[in-house]
């Protein structure tokens, strides 16, 4: 009875401390609580999550302000010319950070820092983007006219991926399986989720962190995805500066062919013509053949491991695909090497049932959450927002018509094989999380 008693004045004391704020004292209770072994109340879980959040927030700030120092040196050493043999040398192997090319990117794609981890986005490059649309609709439209002349069901083969990559909006993972399923994707989300990792890698580049000699391992590459977003960007800097010579090694992992093909078949069309140094291999496999994949992949040698919405639906399939994911990076990441993450907002909450909700320690907390499943250390994160809010706009459509770039050279693509009845704009609604072991 006494250990009741005892108990009960420990809460009531704790809840006292909370009301006037006394989180020293409440903490001590608190701890006192939990080696009693007695059940901590709601409110007492409330407190004890309120702490680790905070205790993630300042380290995330010690992060910055250590960031923050560490540029205003480097600063301070450039104006004198007093950068040591050692920068030297970092800097021979990573493309420095080019203050006019930041702030061009910054204008032209309209970035305002809403907060600490979110950045809204409503422009585009116009010069690098507008050309790279448009090669890509006359590439679709070739390919689709071409099997119109060879298949008598041509419109039975375009329905089939088109209702396949639909089940993305009714929460379910497609198959990505049907022979049109390339043309289907590179008409549907392809622009997006290129216009999502050119953010991405700018965002690393911006950071500093940007190799000359780049060895990457894209994991569900699709059709290359991670490797146009880069590509382009560095051709959106060409106006800039002089690019030292850069030689990329691009590791496709993707289950199925024909989108390796198609994107190997654009990459040739537009991308090699404009002198871009990169080496492809192309591995077709799914994810889920660990033990054959293990043996192909090399150990210790990439210096980015992404992942781009490649993050499922289904919970027996997400779980096991996350330690398959962290399996991947302890072997094959090398000891400086990072891990990049891009997660549409839906399928980075949801798992954790958490709903959109303006609270950026709840946000932080997911995240922080997300990364430890995969055995990483979280460096930063952002959201990448078209609207600028974490919850849902009251009139999205509205909002898109006024502010956001239009897809002038795919929309009439969109319009006839969604049977839709606008344009489509470009639009960001995803996490970049970069992490390393």
Same mark, same amino acid.
């Given at each position: ?22 989180n ?18 709601w ?32 600063e301070i ?13 970092i ?8 203050k ?79 022979e ?14 290129? /216009?999502?990792? /050119? ?8 950071a ?5 000699k ?19 960007l ?7 500066f ?6 990329i ?20 069309? /537009?991308m090699?013509p ?17 033990e ?11 210096d ?5 919405h ?51 320690q ?26 600028g ?36 704009? /470009? ?10 072991k």
């Amino acid at each position: 009875m006494s250990n009741l008693l005892v108990n009960w004045w420990r809460s009531h004391k704790f809840n006292e401390a909370v009301k006037s704020q006394n989180n020293r004292l409440a903490k001590q209770l608190l701890k006192q609580i939990e080696n009693s072994g007695a059940k901590l109340s709601w409110q007492q879980k409330l407190f004890k999550e309120r702490l680790q959040l905070e205790k993630l927030l300042q380290k995330k700030n010690d992060r910055i302000k250590e960031g923050d120092r560490h540029l205003a040196e480097l600063e301070i050493q450039l104006s004198f010319g007093q950068l040591d043999d050692s920068l030297a040398r970092i800097d021979e192997s990573t493309l420095f950070p080019d203050k006019k090319f930041i702030e061009y990117i910054s204008k032209a794609f309209k970035l305002i820092e809403c907060d600490a981890s979110m950045i809204q986005c409503t422009g585009i490059d116009e010069k690098v983007f507008n050309k790279f649309e448009q090669h890509l609709a006359g590439f679709i439209k070739n390919e689709i006219n071409k099997l119109t002349r060879e298949k008598t069901n041509i419109d039975y083969l375009l329905k089939q991926a088109v209702d396949d990559i639909q089940k993305l909006k009714e929460g379910q993972d497609p198959q990505y399986s049907f022979e049109l399923s390339p043309h289907i994707y590179l008409m549907r989300y392809f622009l997006d989720n290129v /216009y999502c990792a /050119y953010l991405a890698w700018f965002l690393v580049y911006k950071a500093g962190l940007l190799p000359t000699k780049l060895n990457i391992l894209d994991i569900a590459a699709g059709p290359g995805t991670v490797a146009y977003g880069l590509g382009l960007l560095l051709q959106s800097s060409s106006d800039f500066f002089s690019m030292p010579p850069m030689h990329i090694s691009y590791y496709s992992l993707e289950q199925q062919k024909a989108f390796q093909y198609r994107g190997l078949q654009f990459w040739r069309q /537009y991308m090699e013509p404009q002198a871009m140094n990169a080496y492809f291999r192309f591995d077709t496999s799914s994810i889920f053949d660990g033990e054959n994949q293990s043996k192909r992949l090399p150990k210790k040698f990439f210096d980015f491991i992404v992942i781009s919405h490649c993050f499922f639906n289904d919970e027996e399939r997400r779980e096991k695909s996350l330690q398959i994911y962290k399996d991947i990076f302890t072997s094959s990441l090398n000891d400086s090497g990072c891990v990049l993450l891009i997660i549409q907002e839906k399928k980075l909450l949801i798992p954790y049932n958490v709903r959109r909700v303006d609270d950026c320690q709840q946000e932080l907390s997911v995240v922080q959450q997300f990364v430890d499943e995969l055995g990483l250390n979280l460096v930063w994160y952002k959201y990448l927002s078209s609207t600028g809010i974490r919850t849902s706009h009251p009139n999205y459509a509205k909002f898109a018509r006024e502010n956001l770039p239009v897809k002038e050279f795919i929309s009439p693509l969109f319009r006839q094989h969604f049977k839709l009845h606008y344009d489509s704009n /470009y639009a960001l609604d995803d996490y970049v999380i970069l992490a390393k072991k």
